[in-house]
């Protein structure tokens, strides 16, 4: 799987839009780009996925570059039950039957 | 979304006594989970991958006769920390596929083992 990077950590406003960049320039055509995010002493939890389209669901929006060496993963309206560590992973998608490799994350801190 | 349970969520031991985790997937089947284990201030490391009526596979530098896997059903995994020390503290926490469309995997709510 690619290897990822993404700031050990950010602040956002309460009610803002959180922004959390990802960069995975080693990334392959089959691989997609996976969020999971950890909110402290509980285990992950997933957020969304994608491959060069972007997402959106009622968590998350998934901003791909068109060369798809980075991403960005949206949280419209940041609320303090964001704060977590959010995980990016790339992973192909026949990588149900694998384990996930988890990077440091980027710790987000909401702010009231 | 898919639940994935584990049991217990807490547990107090004395160095040299064994520990098993419980980790069930409620409303789906899973042939496969994995297991990780989480050290304070640090991420996510993937300990084994446990397969339903076969040997679990173990990552490398993974005891595993000190982690003893179990997959006995197709929503029933166990992990056994055998002989526990202090070191062996730590958050640890499974997870099961779904194997269907996005590949989405339920990770459980964790057990927090201190080895006294």
């Known amino acids: 799987d690619a290897k990822t990077t993404q700031p050990p950590s950010m602040d956002c406003a309460e009610g803002r839009a959180a922004n959390l960049p990802c960069n995975h320039s080693t990334i392959s055509g089959n691989e997609y780009v996976y969020w999971y995010r950890q909110i402290h002493s509980q285990g992950p939890q997933y957020i969304i996925h994608g491959l060069k389209n972007n997402e959106t669901n009622e968590m998350a929006s998934l901003i791909i570059t068109e060369d798809r060496k980075s991403s960005t993963l949206i949280l419209p309206h940041a609320t303090l039950r964001d704060t977590a560590v959010y995980y990016c992973i790339v992973r192909s998608s026949g990588g149900g039957a694998d384990g996930l490799t988890f990077g440091k994350g980027t710790h987000l801190i909401i702010q009231p | 979304g898919a639940v994935v349970s584990q049991h217990p969520s807490r547990v107090i031991c004395k160095s040299g006594t064994s520990v098993k985790i419980e980790c069930r997937s409620l409303?789906?089947?899973?042939?496969?989970m994995f297991w990780y284990r989480q050290f304070p201030k640090q991420s996510l490391m993937l300990m084994a991958t446990s397969n339903e009526g076969s040997k679990a596979t173990y990552e490398q530098g993974v005891e595993k006769d000190k982690f003893l896997i179990n997959h006995a059903s197709l929503t029933l995994s166990t992990l056994t920390v055998t002989s526990a020390h202090p070191e062996d503290s730590s958050f640890y926490i499974c997870?099961?596929?779904?194997?269907?469309?996005?590949?989405?995997?339920?990770f459980g709510p964790g057990t927090r083992l201190t080895v006294l």
């Open positions: 997870s099961a596929p779904t194997l269907q469309g996005n590949n989405e995997q339920f």
């Open positions: 409303d789906f089947q899973a042939t496969t």
